[in-house]
């Protein structure tokens, strides 16, 4: 369920290819399976005087392909930090995902869908390995995750994702 002041620009964003950032969309010849497993955190902050929220979690979705019968995983990662004015209402913030277990060329290739990096070449097996060991295996995202003015926070972990040559 989209909220209704979100509709257009998610309609726009899918229109335009960007709708590995903003749905779960698999690429054929890829299912789900099951549901998608969700940890998250929430925590309170403050910035000078400025009191803040900040939520992290994971979407870890098992997918098969279904024309080879291989398995693995596709997974989501969020962190946002949100300024809270006098009523507690959100003023300002930010939002970053990274996406983990794709091959980000293909997903390109086909139009924004998800195409999870599964297959017996040797670069898809290190890439959903690297998922496995490094983001399915620590699923809750730390504060300081929130903190880091650094590039390579807001970027992803660079194993966990196939990149076009």
């Given amino acids: ?7 257009d620009d998610l309609a726009e964003a899918w229109d335009d290819g960007n709708r590995h950032f903003y749905a779960f969309a698999l690429a054929d010849p890829f299912a789900p399976v099951g549901a998608p497993r969700i940890a998250a955190n929430w925590y309170r902050a403050e910035e000078g005087s400025v009191p803040q929220l900040m939520t992290t979690g994971t979407f870890a979705h098992t997918v098969i ?3 080879s019968r291989e398995v693995g995983v596709v997974v989501q990662r969020f962190a946002m930090r949100v300024d809270l004015g006098a009523q507690g209402e959100a003023v300002r913030g930010m939002h970053q ?10 997903t390109g290739e086909a139009g924004g869908r998800h195409v999870p ?4 070449a040797r670069a898809h097996q290190d890439v959903q390995s690297a998922t496995m060991d490094q983001v399915i ?3 809750r995202v730390p504060r300081t995750a929130l903190d880091s003015g650094s590039e390579d926070a807001r970027q992803g972990d660079r194993e966990t994702v196939l990149f076009c040559d």
Avoid at 1 to 7: C, G, I, N
């Fill in 1 to 7: 369920m989209t909220p209704d002041f979100w509709k």
């Fill in 117 to 120: 990096a599964i297959s017996t």
């Fill in 65 to 67: 392909d279904t024309s």
């Fill in 97 to 106: 995902v990274t996406l983990h277990g794709l091959d980000l060329c293909a």
């Fill in 137 to 139: 295996a620590s699923p």
